[in-house]
Nanobody, 124 residues
């Protein structure tokens, strides 16, 4: 089992920045690929970013590429999502997820462990 707890969400103006954190406990965090997903009201959950277990490879959705950066600190069992140049369309609940694999996936069903989510609201 891996327990995940997100933090760092909030209200920010368009063009601003936020950094989300995801604290992991339980099974060895460093052996899992990790991902960030988001879900806006009335929409399906979508992939945002993923990172390999060592952090050497990252992948992003086209909608956030160049603005968001995913990273991890395995010594601290923590995953991060640095979000810059935020837009109103980035407003959503953001979830971190862990996968029993070295490599991330863009598919929600490939992740077995999920946090409870943290809300990000971007005002125009």
């Amino acid at each position: 089992q891996v327990q995940l707890v997100e933090s760092g969400g909030g209200l920010v103006q368009a063009g601003g920045s936020l950094r989300l954190s995801c604290a992991a406990s339980g099974r060895t965090f460093s052996t899992h690929a990790m991902g960030w997903f988001r879900q806006a009201p009335g929409k399906e959950r979508e992939f945002v970013a993923g990172i390999t277990w060592r952090g050497g490879l990252t992948t992003y959705s086209d909608s956030v590429k160049g603005r968001f950066t995913i990273s991890r600190d395995n010594a601290k069992n923590t995953l991060y999502l640095q979000m810059n140049s935020l837009k109103p369309e980035d407003t959503a609940a953001y979830y971190c997820a862990a996968r029993d694999s070295s490599y991330p996936s863009t598919r929600e069903r490939d992740y077995g462990y999920w946090g409870q989510g943290t809300q990000v609201t971007v005002s125009s």
